[in-house]
Nanobody, 125 residues
Framework: EVQLVESGGGLVQPGGSLRLSCAAS????????MSWVRQAPGKGLEWVSR????????RYADSVKGRFTISRDNAKNTLYLQMNSLKPEDTAVYYC??????????????????WGQGTQVTVSS
């Protein structure tokens, strides 16, 4: 059974940092691209960042570029999102999501086949 379990969310002041983790199990983690997707209150899903299976290729939404860093540890079956210089507009539930392929070309959107349950990030003073 595929499981994706996010952790690391919480309440942080503007300008602060958080590191999200996503523990994966039930599949060969190192063989698949992964993404972070968020949903702000009352809004739709917004893709945040993506990393290919080997970790050598990453992409970011313009809204987080330069502030967030996606990474993965394939030995630990874990996906990360380091979030720095957080803004109130980053407040959202953050989900990790698995793609059904190992690599995705940079400018291509691709479907997800599994999602985690999400972790709440609140940026407020």
């Amino acid at each position: 059974e595929v499981q994706l379990v996010e952790s690391g969310g919480g309440l942080v002041q503007p300008g602060g940092s958080l590191r999200l983790s996503c523990a994966a199990s039930g599949f060969t983690f190192s063989s698949y691209a992964m993404s972070w997707v968020r949903q702000a209150p009352g809004k739709g899903l917004e893709w945040v960042s993506r990393i290919n299976s080997g970790g050598g290729s990453t992409r970011y939404a313009d809204s987080v570029k330069g502030r967030f860093t996606i990474s993965r540890d394939n030995a630990k079956n874990t996906l990360y999102l380091q979030m720095n210089s957080l803004k109130p507009e980053d407040t959202a539930v953050y989900y990790c999501a698995k793609h059904p392929v190992p690599t995705i070309p940079p400018d291509v959107e691709y479907e997800y086949d599994y999602w985690g349950q999400g972790t709440q990030v609140t940026v407020s003073s």
